[in-house]
């Protein structure tokens, strides 16, 4: 968990992806309860409608589930949905800037292929 | 409590302190108030608290106009600068009359908060510090609970972790009970995040109303060669630029950053302080 915010990325999807690393780490596990909105707006001194709106979205996209008068808690399905959302951004994320860097670099289609191979014997 | 803002106008003397500002503010928020000095921040809370009258134009809560009507001023509160209580007082004196004044005032918040602020009740304002004295008024303004609390530069002489506990104390209150906070800053930086709408002022006009995460969202520094560049801001609301030899940065609000970065654009995001700094200063300014 980071223990501060960046004041130039919107504050809702910094607390959503907070959550989200929680869970993919196994720090929360399914059927257990996430910090609530004014657990969040404390921690981070953050406004508590900004940690609403990340959390809601969570329950929105099926990853969270609401416990009237108890909390939110983290669905059965949640890895396996933000695997999937996760996967999505990670082209958006890792694949493009990689390939618009080797473009600028007149690295050919191959030769990057060739360097991802080779990536990990670094 | 709902206030709206028509046409509201200030002259000082001939110098326009609000130019003909209207906007409103309906729902019980934490808002931020951002600008230079002199762009009519502290004029405009003055209005609205009831201790100045506009020169025209009109600025209405719940309908009435707030000057010298004391069901609404006992229900505002505003913390200034300094200055804000008699000098021969004693603290207790200062929480007595405020404890008369304000209806929502919270006897027993105030005596935490003096004991966490380590005040204590049989100190004279005259023999306060001036963070001590900044501390008595955000003590008072947390306290009065009123359902429209103003904070204008409230912590001179507040040292960074007092400020801290300060914007604690804050989110803590308003968790319990919302209203409508408007909190004037020059710290930016510090505070940004504790907004849920900043409006930001420059030379007595509304230049932005707006969610920070809106502005988060789309407000971006993008770079890349100037001549590429140049073509593609074009038309956008360009706030600030930048040159070195053949490159260029360019901040933008309104700016799609998928778009940007597909067409081979470095995107960066821009600070709340950073974009006020572009919005109000001469280069940047209005131009749409």
């Known amino acids: ?122 | 409590m709902k206030i709206e803002v028509n046409n509201l106008t200030k002259l000082y003397k001939g110098k326009k302190a609000l130019d003909q500002l209207s906007f409103s503010l309906d729902e019980p928020k934490i808002y931020g108030l951002l600008g230079r000095n002199g762009a009519g921040k502290t004029t405009f809370m003055q209005i609205l608290a009831g201790l100045l009258l506009p020169t025209s134009g009109s600025l209405l809560v719940d309908g009435e106009a707030p000057f010298d009507k004391q069901r609404l001023t006992e229900s505002m509160c505003l913390i200034k600068e300094g200055d804000n209580f008699k000098k021969d007082l004693k603290i207790k004196n200062v929480l007595t009359i405020a404890s008369m004044f304000y209806p929502t005032w919270d006897q027993e918040l105030a005596r935490q908060l003096l004991e966490e602020f380590s005040l204590q009740e049989n100190m004279k304002v005259k023999g306060l510090s001036k963070g001590m004295e900044s501390a008595l008024g955000i003590i008072v303004g947390l306290a009065s609970k009123a359902p429209i609390t103003m904070f204008d530069e409230p912590y001179i002489g507040l040292d960074a972790s007092a400020r801290s506990r300060f914007y604690e104390l804050l989110v803590e209150s308003y968790q319990k009970e919302k209203r409508t906070i408007i909190f004037s800053t020059h710290l930016i930086d510090e505070v940004s995040l504790l907004f849920e709408e900043v409006l930001i002022f420059d030379d007595g006009k509304l230049i932005v109303q707006e969610e920070p995460d809106q502005l988060r969202d789309t407000c971006f520094s993008i770079s890349g060669p100037a001549s590429l560049l140049e073509d593609y801001i074009s038309g956008k609301w360009v706030v600030h630029t930048q040159r070195l030899a053949g490159n260029m940065t360019a901040t933008v609000i309104g700016l799609d950053k998928h778009e940007a970065q597909a067409n081979g654009f470095q995107v960066e995001g821009v600070s709340m302080q950073q974009l006020m700094i572009y919005l109000t200063s001469k280069q940047g300014g209005v131009k749409k």
């Open chain 1, 1 to 122: 968990m980071n223990n501060s915010l960046d004041d130039s990325k919107p504050i809702f999807q910094q607390i959503k992806e907070q959550i989200e690393d929680m869970i993919i780490n196994h720090s929360i596990l399914e059927g257990e309860r996430v910090p609530s909105t004014n657990e969040f707006a404390s921690y981070y001194k953050i406004n508590p409608a900004t940690a609403a709106k990340g959390i809601n979205q969570l329950v929105d996209e099926g990853v969270l589930y609401k416990r009237r008068g108890v909390g939110m808690f983290v669905s059965d399905q949640a890895k396996h949905i933000l695997f999937q959302k996760r996967k999505a951004s990670f082209i958006e994320n890792y694949v493009v800037p990689l390939k618009t860097e080797a473009k600028k670099l007149n690295i050919s289609e191959e030769e990057l292929q060739e360097l991802i191979k080779g990536g990990d014997e670094r």
